[in-house]
C-alpha cells in the first residue's frame, strides 16, 4: 500500500465519492496529514483498515469466508508485478473479469465497465505502490521499469485474449462484440485513438483505456509514450477516430500542455471527442485546457461514453 494517497487515489480504490473521502478525513476514519499547499494526503494503513474492517471483496477476491480484500489483492498484483509473472497476472484479470456476474449484457458497456474496475480498483494502484516503493528508495529504477514491464505484457496478453480466446465469445454471446458499439462503421473503422503526448513517457493509462475501449467493443490504437503532437494529429487525420483521448502522468511543463492541448482541440472535426484524464491532470490545469471531457478514472470515461450513445 502506497504509504499516503491523494483523495482521488483513496476514492478510487475505496470505491467512494471524494467528498466522501473528505468526510470520512474530517470524522477522522481516514488518518490525513496535509501537504504545504494545504491538500490532503491519506495515510494508506488508515485504508487498509477500515477496507479490512468492511471485509470489502474486490477484483481479485475469491468467493467465501478465506476472500481476500481490496488491499490484499493489490498487494498481490504487487507481488506478481514484482515476481516479473505477467501470465498469471493476465490470467488473474481475465478470470475475474469473466466472473462477474452479467445482468442479461445488454449493455455494450457492462462489461467493459467491470474490466475498468478492475484497472481503476486494483491494477493502477499496484503500479503506484510500485512508485512509492520506489519513491522512498525501498525499489531500484530497474525495478519499477520491470514492473511496468510486467504489467504491460499481461495488458497484451488480455487483450490477444478478448481477440482470440474466451472472452471472445463471451462478448459474443452478449451480442456487443461488433465494432458498432458507438455507431454503425464497419469493422476496419477505427473509433479511438490515443497517447501519452510530448514529453509524457507515462503510457500504462493509454494501454489500459485500449484494453477497456475494446471491451466495450470500439476498435482502439493506443499510440505510446512520448507522441510528438503532430505525429497524434497525423494519427487523427488518417483514422478519423470519434474519441481522442490523451493521458498525464507527470506533468512538468504545464504551459506546454496546455498548448498541445489547445492545437490538438482545434483541429478536431465536428462529432470528434477529445477526453483527458491522468493524475498529473490538476484542476487548475484543467482549468486551463480545452476538452470534451475530463475524468479520473477508467469508470468515468465509461460513464461519458455511455452518455454519449
Ligand atoms: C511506471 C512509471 C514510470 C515509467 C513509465 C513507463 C511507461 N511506459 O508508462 C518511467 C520509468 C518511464 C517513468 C519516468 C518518469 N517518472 Co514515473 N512513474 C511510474 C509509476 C510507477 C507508474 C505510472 C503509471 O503508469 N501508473 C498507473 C496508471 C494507470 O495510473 P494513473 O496514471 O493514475 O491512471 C489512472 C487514472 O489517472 C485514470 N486516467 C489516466 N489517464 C487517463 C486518461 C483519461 C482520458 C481518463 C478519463 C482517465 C485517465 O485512469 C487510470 C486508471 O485508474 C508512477 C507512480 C504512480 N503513482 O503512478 C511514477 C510517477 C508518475 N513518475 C514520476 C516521475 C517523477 C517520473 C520521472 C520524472 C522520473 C525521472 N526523474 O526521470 C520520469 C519522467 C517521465 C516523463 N517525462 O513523463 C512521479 C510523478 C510525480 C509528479 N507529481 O508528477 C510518479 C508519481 C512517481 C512518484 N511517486 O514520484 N515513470
Same mark, same amino acid.
Given at each position: 500500500?502506497?504509504?499516503? $494517497? ?26 490525513? +496529514? ?39 489483492? +493489490?498487494?498481490? +498484483? ?51 505502490? =510500485? ?36 472472452? $471472445? ?53 493506443? $499510440?505510446?509514450?512520448? $507522441?510528438? =503532437? ?27 500542455? =496546455? ?51
Amino acid at each position: 500500500m502506497q504509504q499516503h $494517497l491523494s483523495s482521488i487515489q483513496a476514492s478510487r480504490l475505496l470505491g467512494v465519492s471524494r467528498s466522501t473521502v473528505k468526510r470520512m478525513c474530517d470524522e477522522g476514519t481516514l488518518a490525513v +496529514v496535509r501537504t504545504p499547499g494545504g491538500h490532503r494526503r491519506i495515510a494508506g494503513d488508515s485504508i487498509r483498515r477500515w477496507m479490512n474492517d468492511r471485509s470489502d471483496t474486490n477484483a481479485f477476491s475469491q468467493p467465501g469466508p478465506k476472500r481476500r480484500t481490496s488491499v490484499l489483492a +493489490v498487494e498481490r +498484483v504487487v507481488d506478481m508485478l514484482i515476481r516479473g509473472h505477467s501470465i498469471d497476472l493476465a490470467d488473474a484479470i481475465v478470470r475475474r473479469w469473466c466472473s462477474v456476474p452479467r445482468n442479461g449484457a445488454d449493455d455494450v458497456f457492462a462489461s467493459a465497465r467491470s474490466l475498468a474496475e478492475i484497472m481503476d480498483q486494483t491494477v493502477a494502484p499496484a503500479l503506484w505502490e =510500485v512508485g512509492s516503493r520506489w519513491e522512498s528508495g525501498r525499489f531500484c529504477v530497474y525495478q519499477e521499469h520491470e514492473c511496468t514491464a510486467t504489467l504491460c505484457d499481461a495488458l497484451s496478453m488480455v487483450k490477444q485474449q478478448m481477440r482470440t480466446g474466451p472472452m $471472445l465469445s463471451m462478448t459474443e454471446s452478449s451480442g456487443h462484440r461488433s465494432s458498432t458499439a458507438i455507431n454503425d462503421k464497419p469493422d476496419d473503422q477505427i473509433h479511438a485513438v490515443g497517447c501519452a503526448v510530448g514529453d509524457e513517457q507515462h503510457d500504462v493509462a493509454s494501454k489500459m483505456i485500449e484494453l477497456v475501449l475494446t471491451a466495450a467493443g470500439m476498435t482502439t490504437r493506443s $499510440l505510446g509514450a512520448a $507522441l510528438p =503532437v503532430d505525429s497524434l494529429q497525423a494519427a487523427i487525420n488518417d483514422y478519423c477516430p470519434q474519441i481522442v483521448w490523451v493521458t498525464y502522468t507527470c506533468v512538468q511543463q504545464p504551459d506546454s500542455v =496546455v498548448q498541445i492541448n489547445d492545437r490538438l482541440f482545434s483541429s478536431l472535426r465536428p462529432g470528434q471527442r477529445l477526453v483527458v484524464g491522468g493524475q498529473a491532470l490538476t484542476q487548475s490545469l484543467r482549468r486551463q485546457m480545452r476538452f470534451h471531457f475530463a475524468g479520473d478514472s477508467l469508470c468515468h470515461l465509461l460513464d461519458y461514453l455511455v452518455d454519449l450513445r
